[in-house]
Structures are given as C-alpha cells and as structure tokens.
C-alpha cells in the first residue's frame, strides 16, 4: 500500500492543484492513501524548515510530498513538490490535471477560510479542555460569597466556557475558604471543572486569565488617613509582582469594592506595567446606587434607568451625572413601544430634591460605605466582566475607571470614572458625547483628591489635603471662631461630613476617607444646568 502526505501553505494553488489529483487517485486505486496537512500562511516557513530538519530534506516551496513505507517502516521519502508529484502521477498511473490557473486560485482560498475554520474550532476545543482560571483575592470576604454562584452559572463567561475557580486569601482564613469551596461543589454547577484554596503568596495568580480584586479582609489599625493611603501600597506591589511573574500574558485585571478602588488600580497598573491595559475599576455599584434612589423618587424600577454617568472618584468625591439619564417603561401619559425612553431630568419637576435631597443621599450611601454590602458588589464586578467578555447592551452608558489619557480634560496618569462602551472584548470611552461639559470647580475637586492618594502612597507627599473650595474655607473660618479641642487639619478630613466622623483619634479600616459626592451646594450651577 502506498501512502503519500501532502502538506502545503493554506492559501497555496499548487497544493489546491496537488490536493484535487491525490483525492482523485485515492477514490479510483485500492491501494492509494493520502494524508493532507495545511498549514497558515504565518506559520509555513518555520514548519517546512523544522520538518526539513528532522528528516534531513532539502525542500523550500509548497507543497511538500512524502510517501511513508507502511509495509517497511523506517523513515519517509521524499518526492518532492507539485511537478514531481504530477510526474510521479503521469509515470505510474498515467493520470494528469487539468486545472486551471483560475480554479487553482479559488481552491485555495476555500483551503484558507477552511483552515481558518478549523483552528477556530481547535480553540474552541482547547477551551474545553483547559478551562478559564478564575482567581479571586481576599476570598473570604462576603462578597466572594455572593460573587461565586454568578460566575459559575454561565452568565458571565457563556454557556460552554468552563471555569476553574482559585480563592486567595492569607493562611488565617483558610478554614472559611473550606467551607465555602464544600458549598461551592454542593452546586454541582456543570460550567465549573475545579475550585481550589491557595494561600501560598508564591503561587498566586498561575496561569490566571481573570483576576478579581476585593477589598482586603484585614484587622490593622491606623490612625491617619496617610497612614491609610499608604497601607495599600504593599499589597498592590506584591499582587503587581504577582501578576506580572505568574498570569497569563492576556490575563483581566478587574478592581471592585468599596476602598480606594481607583487608587489601588493606578498601583496595580503601576506594579504590572505589562497588563495595564487590561486592568479596570468597577463603578456600576455606585451607578446602581444613584439609579435606585432615582427610581424610588420616581416610583419605577431601578432596571428602566440608563446611562447615569459616575465621574472622578469611584470610592470617593465623584460627580453623578443624570443629563444623559433615561428612563423606559415609565406610566404616565405618554406611553410608547419598550424602546420608548424619556430624559429623566424632564419627569423630576423638583429642582430642589435633586440638588440638594438626591444628593445628599449619595453622600451618605458613598460615605459610611454601610449599604454597598456583599450583593451590590457582587453583582456589580459579574456585569461589569460579563460586559468585558460579550459587549455591553448596544446604546448604553457604562460607568467604569480607567486610566485617564486626557480625555475631557481629565489630567493623564490617574484612575478616572469615565463613560464608555465595552465592545469586541475591550472598552471605548465615549470621546464624542455631546453637552457633557464638566466645570472647572468640580473636575479640580475631583481629580485634587486622586492625584494626592496617588502621591501619598508613593511616599511622594507627606500629608493629604482635601480640597477646599471658596465656601469651604468660608465655613471652616465660622468653625475655627467656636471653642473647639480637636480643630486640626487631621481631623478636619471632610469639611461637608464632620458629623460622620468621629473627630477623637481613631483607627481608619475601610471606611473610605471621603465620601461626599461633588454634586454639593457650591456646584449647584452645573446641577440647574441639568435641570434648567
């Protein structure tokens, strides 16, 4: 028996040539077998080269033809290229090809779309048999709890992804990641291959492809908010490190919570240079936030509110946007199809609440940080990935920090809530948004705060110094004129929120250090703008 392998480039006509006389001779002789391999045009050189060097031949051009000696065993033989083939063919069999040079050119490309069909489906496979290494740090906290049953129900990823699950967390918290790995296999989730516990440093992050950073579960105290800034630093340069030595070269990096979530993603990016451009800050708890408590004041659902925008500081001063805000679904007396939507600003007739009642709620939510519990956050971080991987719905607003590039004028080389769209696996920003103008006074209150933390942490300032604005410092000098013990400016963090803080020494944990949104009664202008 004789059999021949025929291997060429994908888009080559001399092996679509080739290819059309083998299966011809295959289908009329008993004992004539070919084996045919394609190969894409980026790769054929280097493979011709390595296998000319395994079996010392002498070919450069495609196609390749060998005949292997089934009945002998030993090596193969080569034959040669297309002529010799052809030749081979004439002399043996008396059979030749016809094929036009037209007809040649087209095979080839059907080769080529066909070879590309096949990888893609090579990698499908692959994706089967390696699964999606998931890592999640501080895996004891509540909102790993909460975040689990999400990922593994096929939501996130898709429906044929499967997924391999690693908790990170330090060695004290190793008996709650048992528990929470047994209750995990009691879901018998089908999308979920393995769920494994580390808490070896050395180990975190192997071939990870998705890492989630959560607020670190720990009980250190400090008693300055600098000595707070600063208490990220160590575990962003590890987990930098980390990253950088032991993920995948593709690996997302995606940064949730309710602490200094844009700082501690400037430091990953820092710490990880390599992935930079793969590492986000999640803002669609806050965004959630600000659409509840307009839903409630419009008695709707939260879901039938789009497109409120949070700028600046996910876990600190930041500005909620309502002028690109809609509402669907919204009983009153225009009624229209499901994709009939209102601007919310034109259906709130109280200028005051919004100003002053809306805003103030924020501030509370943002500033005890009390309801951005285990669920908001959660959920929160599965969107914002699920958006990641398949695109966020067509038309939308999405809410996310990233690293600033200048944009609306935003200084380059900090981590900003900004508005963007998250397509083909990557995010755009939203550059051509039109009547979205920030005010000077609110983009300087905005990005003062980042900037410092950024400083601070880096051993580059000393002391932090919250922004104050003209009716700051106005207030602080009425203050400074009543008897007071403790009037220093290390208790005086929050001019617009001292009665959330105790102003005797304590320790700062994770609660935020400044919590207010901007939208306050100094910037009242650029809210009746949106109003007005």
Known sequence: MAKFVLAGRADCPYYAKAELLADYLQKNLPDFRVHKITQH??????????????????????????????????????????????????????????????????????????????????????????PL???????????????????????????????????????QAEENLHVIVTETRDLVAPLLRSISICTRVEDAFLQAHVIIILDENTDQEVYTLEDCIRSRLPLCRLYGYLIEKNAHDSVRVIVGGKTFVNLKTILLMRYAPNV???????????????????????????????????????????????????????????WGPPNYSRPVLSLIFDSDWV???????LKKLTATGKQFGAILSAHSIATTLKY???????????????LSEGQFGIPEGIVFSMPVKFENGTWVVLTDLKDIEIS?????????????????????????????????????????????????????????????????????????????????????????????
């Open 276 to 334: 930079a451009h793969n590492i986000i800050a999640v803002a669609l708890g806050v965004e959630g936030q600000a659409r509840a408590a307009l839903a409630r004041k419009l008695r709707t659902t939260s879901s039938c509110i789009k497109n409120v925008i949070v700028w600046g500081n996910i876990s600190g001063n930041n500005y909620i946007d309502l002028r690109k805000a809609k509402v669907y679904r919204y009983e009153s007396a225009i």
């Open 355 to 361: 100003n002053r009642q809306y805003v103030e709620t």
């Open 41 to 130: 045009p980026h790769v054929w050189e280097e493979w011709l080269k390595d296998l000319c060097e395994k079996n010392k031949w002498s070919h450069k051009k495609s196609p390749i033809i060998w005949r292997e000696l089934l009945d002998r065993g030993g090596e193969g033989l080569l034959l040669g290229g297309y002529n010799e083939f052809l030749e081979y063919a004439q002399l043996y069999y008396g059979v030749t090809s016809s094929m036009t040079t037209e007809l040649m050119k087209i095979i080839a490309q059907e080769n080529l779309e066909t070879h590309i069909e096949k990888e893609l489906e090579e990698e499908t496979k692959k994706d089967l048999i390696h």
């Open 133 to 171: 290494q998931v890592w999640i740090t501080s895996a004891s906290v509540p909102a790993c709890y909460n975040l689990i049953p999400i990922l593994t129900s096929g939501e996130v990823f898709g429906m044929h992804t499967e997924i391999s699950l690693n908790l990170f967390d330090n060695k």
């Open 440 to 532: 000077e006074q609110i983009m300087t209150r905005m990005t003062s705060d980042l900037i410092q933390e950024k400083l601070v942490a880096l051993g580059d300032l000393i002391s932090f110094q919250p922004y104050q604005s003209e009716t700051d410092i106005a207030k602080s000098d009425e203050k400074t004129s009543l008897p007071t013990t403790y009037n220093n400016q290390e208790n005086q963090r929050v001019s617009d929120a001292v009665d959330l803080l105790d102003l005797i020494p304590q320790p700062i944990s994770e609660k935020p250090y400044s919590q207010e949104t901007i939208n306050d009664s100094e910037d009242k202008s650029v809210e009746e703008q949106q109003i007005n």
């Open 388 to 402: 990641w991987y398949h695109g966020s719905p067509p038309g939308e607003i999405v809410s996310l920090g990233v």
